[in-house]
């Protein structure tokens, strides 16, 4: 059942007046985020490009929102004229001397324009300035430098790719270490051969170890030789002496070749005379006759009837000796 | 016949159609008014639509936020989904969305219920009465439609947006403040202007659409039911069009 037209009349007018507050909250909202109802003042900059700014783009200043961009129009020399108003009440913070930049609010995110510097001296931004551009690093910009890298990295790897094809064929002092077997042979020879240098001087350097313990025993000769003072200068008088005694041998020697080139002396007369050489050659071949003869007369004694007896008794004793050894 | 039947029908319709509504715009603003009529209508219109427009609405918020979770979840962007849902509701799903939902529920209602008017002869009899039928039936449905499809079209918004919150605040914990601020930050009066007018286009489209069909009912009660799927079937694809010229315009219009 309908309820009376009263009724109706009074839902439906509040149904309207529903209807127009959401209306009014949607304008309020969209006029409170564009900041529609706060005054402005109109500045302008001229960029080069701005990468796909729009109007009603937003305008950051440390971070925060400080207005929309108004509109855009070319300039005769291609430059882009923007129209920005930024909101009066930031304007005490920022400077005259301030940069603007076209930026982004993320990576893939809407274009902005960023204001950044200016000096605290400097006077506050009023209606009508125009402002100087910053550097912006566009996408183009940072597209041109990853293109760079990758050229780099192409080379990088083509590099790669040559020393890894010449390492599987073989080729190179790395290549060889991988694929010769006679290098790794002579290789393993080497380490053989400093494997045994490396006992053998394990084995010195026991032995040195032992020398070095006989060293330190008291009583030896190397322990005396390292620590005894008496033997050392036992040792430095013997050395002394001998010394002495070379220089006595060499004085001697030095007398004999006075002598020996003097004439009239003994050894002078031995050595330099032809004659006096002779005569004693003569003397001992004589002698050695004399000798001959003396033996053969020892003989004819021996069998003489006085002496005969005597060797007959010594060679008895002598048979019965070999007798009764045996 | 001048060139074919089929032809000449769809002539004889078009010239019908611009005759109704012309005769609409001039007794719109001829007196008398049958201001509690368009009161009763605007009920019937508006208030006895809430509750399907409210869960309408709300089902389409949540489960538009829901299906492109995913897809900004891809790249990271899920901090974007309060602008996205109320760019799409307040641009388009809404004004859609209650459009159709009117075409259906009070164009199949208006068409049912002049067609069975004009096949009891009820509306001869109004004339007899000294009152006149269009003015009476006719301006204050329509006048009624195209008032309340903007208001039904703000409260879908509304309630829509209010289901795509719940979904955002369960995943992300953001503020009711935080999403309408995010939400409308992508939205211009361009786009407000042109919804509400969208709203007004097609209450009227219904009104004027189910009344006509309703108002040439014939052949009984047949006529009725025919009258009444007309209504809707019409309805639902002049929206369409109308919703894709709009959006043509608009779009020309936000390059100033």
Redesign the interface.
């Known amino acids: 059942m309908n309820p009376s037209p009263n009724r109706q009349a009074a839902v439906v007018g509040l149904f309207t007046a529903a209807a127009i507050a959401i209306l009014a909250g949607a304008v309020l909202t969209i006029g409170d985020i564009n900041d529609s109802f706060t005054r402005k003042v109109t500045v302008t900059a001229v960029f080069d490009e701005v990468s796909g700014l729009k109007k009603g783009d937003n305008i950051w200043f440390s971070g925060v929102k400080v207005g929309t961009v108004k509109s855009m129009r070319f300039q005769e020399d291609s430059k882009v004229e923007v129209v920005l108003r930024v909101d009066r009440e930031a304007t005490p913070f920022i400077h005259k001397d301030v940069l603007a930049k076209v930026g982004s609010d993320g990576l893939i995110g809407n274009r902005i324009v960023v204001l950044y510097a200016g000096t605290p001296t400097a006077p506050t931004l009023e209606d009508g300035d125009v402002l100087s551009i910053g550097k912006t690093v566009s996408t183009e910009e940072i597209m041109a430098t990853l293109q760079e890298n990758n050229k780099n990295l192409l080379g990088i790897t083509s590099d790669l790719k040559v020393v890894s094809g010449k390492l599987a064929a073989g080729e190179g002092t790395i290549g060889k270490l991988l694929t010769d077997e006679s290098l790794y042979a002579s290789v393993n020879d080497t380490a053989a051969t400093l494997n045994g240098a490396s006992d053998n001087a394990k084995t010195m350097t026991s032995s040195l170890s032992t020398f070095a313990s006989k060293l330190n025993e008291k009583g030896s000769l190397p322990n005396d030789l390292v620590t005894d003072k008496t033997t050392y200068a036992s040792l430095t008088a013997t050395v002394s002496e001998l010394h002495e005694t070379g220089a006595r041998a060499s004085e001697l020697v030095g007398t004999l070749a006075a002598g020996a080139a003097n004439p009239n002396s003994p050894v002078g007369a031995m050595m330099g005379d032809g004659a006096a050489g002779g005569d004693l050659k003569q003397t001992l071949e004589n002698l050695n006759r004399g000798t001959v003869l003396l033996n053969e007369d020892l003989e004819a004694a021996q069998h003489n009837f006085l002496l005969r007896g005597f060797f007959k008794k010594r060679d008895k004793e002598a048979a019965q000796k070999a007798k009764d050894d045996k | 016949m001048v060139i074919s039947p089929g032809v000449d029908a769809f002539a004889i319709a078009v010239y019908e159609s611009a005759s109704f509504v012309k005769r609409f715009v001039v007794e719109l603003f001829q007196r008398p008014i049958h201001f509690?009529e368009l009161?009763?209508q605007?009920?019937a219109v508006?208030?006895l639509s809430?509750p399907l427009i409210t869960l309408t609405g709300f089902v389409t918020g949540i489960v538009f936020t829901k299906q492109s979770r995913p897809s900004l979840a891809a790249?990271g962007?899920t901090s974007w989904l309060p602008s996205l849902i109320t760019v799409a509701l307040?641009r388009s799903l809404a004004p859609l969305v209650t459009a159709l939902i009117c075409a259906g529920k009070v164009g199949s209602n208006i068409g049912a219920e002049l067609g069975s008017m004009k096949v009891t002869e009820q509306i001869e009899a109004m004339e007899v009465s000294a009152i006149n039928p269009f003015k009476f039936l006719v301006v204050s449905r329509t006048v009624a439609t195209t008032?309340?499809v903007?208001?039904?079209m703000?409260?879908c918004?509304?309630v829509g947006l209010m289901g795509s919150f719940l979904n955002v605040h369960g995943n992300e914990a953001t503020s009711l403040a935080s999403f309408?601020?995010t939400g409308?930050?992508t939205?211009?009066?361009l786009d407000?202007f042109a919804s509400?007018t969208k709203s007004f286009v097609f209450g009227f489209t219904i009104g004027i659409i189910s009344c006509f069909k309703g108002y040439n009912a014939s052949s009984g009660t047949q006529g009725v039911g025919r009258a009444a799927n007309a209504s809707v079937v019409l309805s639902m694809f002049v929206i369409f069009i109308e919703e894709m010229l709009i959006v043509q315009i608009i779009n020309w219009l936000r390059g100033f």
């Open positions: 509690r009161i009763k605007c009920y508006g208030v809430l790249f962007a307040l008032l309340m903007p208001a039904l703000l409260y918004c509304c309408f601020k409308f930050s939205i211009t009066y407000v509400v």
